[in-house]
């Protein structure tokens, strides 16, 4: 593992950590309130919606533009990846093409081999080291003084969702479907940095050490199918095969059939790239 340095040691505030750790602190609150099964389709429906909100948007969109949207729908899944509360579009777009440039290798964010299982899940996140981004690398969506705004202003749309789901359904829901649910969407997402980087299986040779695993692919909505994703990066597509279920690929075939998505990337074999 890489040395951690003292410089880098300093800049290890965890500046995030008190709204993370309350959240989860919070959902222990399921264990005081009445057991409902409509509780748990408020969870469900929640995190349903949200991790697609991550993986259409945060990921295969404003990461990899593996589709097109309109400036309104653009707008839009901007606010939905947001209310997973993982910090603003353009901040999540530029680490993450970071990432690509660097993976697993020196320069990486959140490389699991060149540091710790816990500072690829989850520390690189509440540390203060990885704050600020380049705009530079998201200067295609940057240029958008809407998505600028809601990237300063990350958190409106989780408060915003979490108070929705208050007034509609009261403290239970508000507990099970944004608190519960959104700690679970947390760690099923940053488990693809973490996990699908460890532990899986190999289809292709990547410099990187992306694994595939069924199911991660379940649980995030396709995102598990890791090494395929690092093999084609830009493929709307990340479970290749036809039992690769990759259900955010499903939600977005339909947006472009209700004509809200265009253009879905398919799949291309990269130049001198083979499969395993």
């Not at 945060?58 to 993982?86: D, N």
């Not at 460890?198 to 695993?213: A, I, V």
Request: charged content about 15%; some cysteine.
């Amino acid at each position: 593992m890489e040395p951690v340095s003292l410089a880098r040691r300093r800049r290890y505030h965890f500046g995030a950590a008190i709204p993370f750790v309350l959240i989860h602190a919070g959902a222990l609150a399921v264990l005081l309130v009445p057991f409902r099964w409509s509780l748990v389709a408020w969870f469900a429906a929640s995190y349903a919606l949200r991790v697609f909100g991550v993986t259409a948007g945060h990921h295969r969109y404003f990461s990899h533009r593996s589709y097109k949207l309109g400036r309104v729908s653009q707008f839009l899944m901007a606010c939905l990846a947001q209310t997973a509360a993982q910090k603003g579009v353009l901040w999540w777009a530029a680490h993450h093409r970071d990432h690509h440039r660097h993976a697993d290798a020196p320069g990486d964010l959140h490389s699991p081999w060149l540091r710790t299982f816990w500072w690829a899940h989850v520390g690189w996140v509440l540390s203060n080291e990885h704050d600020g981004y380049d705009q530079r690398r998201v200067a295609d969506f940057a240029r958008f003084p809407e998505l600028r705004w809601l990237d300063r202003h990350h958190w409106v749309p989780a408060a915003a969702y979490g108070a929705a789901i208050w007034l509609v359904g009261g403290w239970g829901a508000f507990v099970w479907g944004f608190l519960l649910a959104t700690v679970a969407v947390y760690h099923a997402t940053f488990a693809v940095n973490s996990v699908a980087h460890l532990f899986g299986w190999r289809r292709f040779e990547t410099p990187d050490q992306s694994r595939n695993s069924l199911l991660l692919a379940l649980v995030t909505f396709g995102e598990g199918w890791h090494n395929n994703h690092h093999y084609s990066m830009v493929s709307c597509r990340q479970g290749f095969r036809w039992w690769e279920i990759d259900i955010t690929y499903y939600g977005l075939q339909l947006l472009r059939v209700l004509g809200i998505a265009r253009d879905l990337r398919p799949f291309r074999q990269p130049a001198g790239k083979r499969a395993a």
